[in-house]
């Protein structure tokens, strides 16, 4: 923890979009900011045309929230925003309500590292209303995009078969902050290290790397700077053999080997960057084996990304370790996620929760009522269907049946016996943290253990089978009954 505040040594507070500010205005000028309401984070498909989801960017939220405030630097800023006309934006009183403004929401999530579908909340926020809203923009970017990134990794490291794979994408990242949540969420979809020395640092992960075309271009010849660089690094020595001809590289690098043996060390492998990587992968092995270095490994880069490696390997590709950069920490075929943060419930003077529903035009994008919890059913150790219920209506029924929530007529019943948990786990109660977030190296497992929990239909790459996640019957027949009502068709 404490990565935020490490690299923009500043509160937080401002990360967010100016309208949820004004709504909090908004509801502070109305009396409204203590009215209790119940937001949740959802998307409606699984990116990249998958089969699941692997939730991801948990502890950055509790860090955001835990580090929630506005300092003096903040309200300076806000107090100089101007509406048309000039006047000042906010009035000076909203601006020491913030100041003094500390979060007391109660916040339920996905415990990361968790497979998770279309339509269930990963994030359940809780509480006075101008809390919940100003944590929407934030919470969207925290999740989103880790969230993304650790599900093409997993695609990713699934199409290499087992064979470890090194996010190499730093260079090519959108900024930064963007290079590190993506070098932690790669390592949380399945990624054995990254080339990411300050993501090493920061959270724990093992830090890989070699050489450059430079180095090899900088020498007069190929096997001088092979060389050069077998004498700096005798204990690390993978040498990038396509800067000229890979195949002539691939000899170089052998010869390097056999001295590299007589001095008492070895070498290590190579790495192809460029060209066929099938036929070049292959040629390469057999002059190793041939030559005496079964054991040196051969490492493949270049705009790698699952549908590239899984033709390879369909081709024959001898290939030991992938290094995937651009087209991993990029998220490059869908670069957004495509979550959202809607109201679902608001509590009345009373104490009751009223429930809302937001209409559309496109079922996929009527919102579902309630303060919902999601359940996940499983037997013999697999998955078999996800239930997003009501949690103050509970699961009344003996024989439990889930609603598809875009086809009505596409319902499941969840057979006897089944096991089941629920995946919305207590994160904080009134602003104070009730959850420890586990290790790195612990989320890591965990999303490896989901996966292998899933069908290996619905873990295709391509035209994967869907998984079965609905709503409880009675939850869908209130929506139904709140739709009907919200288009003036309920009798």
């Known amino acids: 923890m404490g990565e935020l505040t490490d690299i923009f040594g500043r509160s937080p507070a401002l990360l967010t979009d100016l309208y949820q500010l004004t709504m909090a205005y908004g509801y502070w000028k109305s009396g409204r900011q203590d009215v209790r309401a119940a937001f949740h984070v959802f998307f409606r498909r699984n990116p990249f045309g998958g089969g699941y989801t692997v939730a991801c960017g948990l502890e950055g939220l509790i860090e955001f929230i835990e580090q929630f405030r506005y300092s003096d630097d903040d309200l300076d800023f806000l107090a100089r925003q101007t509406a048309d006309g000039g006047r000042p934006l906010f009035e000076p009183d909203f601006l020491t309500y913030l100041r003094e403004l500390r979060l007391r929401v109660d916040v339920d999530a996905v415990v990361e590292g968790t497979a998770v579908f279309p339509h269930e909340p990963l994030v359940r926020v809780t509480g006075p209303v101008l809390h919940c809203q100003l944590l929407e923009t934030p919470l969207l970017n925290l999740i989103g995009f880790p969230t993304l990134v650790a599900?093409?990794?997993?695609?990713?490291?699934?199409?290499?078969?087992?064979?470890?794979?090194i996010e190499f994408g730093l260079r090519r990242a959108q900024g930064p902050d963007g290079g590190l949540t993506a070098s932690r969420a790669a390592y949380v979809g399945g990624c054995v290290g990254t080339s990411n020395a300050l993501a090493g640092k920061l959270f724990g992960i093992p830090v890989k790397g070699t050489h450059a075309h430079s180095w090899v271009m900088l020498f007069d010849d190929e096997r001088q700077a092979f060389e050069a660089y077998a004498d700096a690094m005798p204990d690390n020595c993978l040498l990038l053999v396509d800067t000229y001809n890979s195949l002539d590289g691939v000899r170089r690098a052998i010869e390097i080997g056999r001295r590299l043996r007589a001095g008492g060390h070895s070498l290590q492998g190579i790495r192809l960057d460029s060209g066929d990587l099938a036929y070049l992968s292959i040629e390469a092995r057999r002059l190793l084996d041939e030559a005496g270095f079964p054991e040196a490994i051969i490492v493949a880069s270049n705009e790698l990304d699952e549908h590239v490696i899984d033709s390879l390997y369909t081709q024959g590709a001898r290939i030991d370790v992938w290094g995937v950069g651009t087209r991993l920490v990029t998220?490059?075929?869908?670069?957004?996620?495509?979550?959202?943060?809607?109201?679902?419930?608001?509590?009345?003077a009373a104490g009751r929760w009223q429930y809302k529903v937001k209409l559309s035009e496109q079922t996929a994008k009527i919102t579902t009522p309630g303060v919902l919890q999601v359940r996940r059913y499983r037997r013999d150790g697999e998955f078999?269907?996800?239930?997003?219920?009501?949690e103050p209506m509970g699961i009344p029924d003996a024989e439990p049946l889930i609603v598809d929530p875009v086809d009505p007529m596409r319902r499941k019943p969840i057979p006897p016996g089944a096991s089941h948990e629920d995946l919305l786990a207590p994160v904080f109660r009134a602003?104070?943290?009730?959850?420890q977030p586990p290790p790195l190296a612990a989320v890591r497992q965990r999303?490896?253990?989901?996966?292998?929990?899933?069908?290996?239909?619905?873990?295709?790459?391509?035209?994967?089978?869907?998984?079965?996640?609905g709503l409880e019957k009675n939850l869908?027949?209130?929506?139904?009954?709140?739709?009907?009502?919200?288009?003036?068709?309920?009798?």
Do not use: W
């Not at 989901?450 to 079965?468: F, K, T, W």
């Open 384 to 390: 078999l269907a996800d239930m997003i219920y009501d």
């Open 476 to 491: 869908h027949e209130l929506k139904t009954r709140l739709i009907l009502q919200a288009r003036g068709l309920a009798r």
């Open 447 to 469: 999303a490896h253990q989901q996966l292998e929990a899933l069908h290996p239909a619905i873990r295709r790459l391509v035209n994967p089978h869907e998984y079965p996640c």
């Open 431 to 435: 602003g104070q943290r009730v959850y």
């Open 331 to 348: 998220a490059f075929d869908e670069p957004a996620l495509g979550a959202v943060y809607k109201l679902s419930a608001v509590q009345d």
């Open 151 to 165: 599900t093409k990794a997993a695609r990713i490291c699934q199409a290499a078969r087992g064979k470890p794979v």
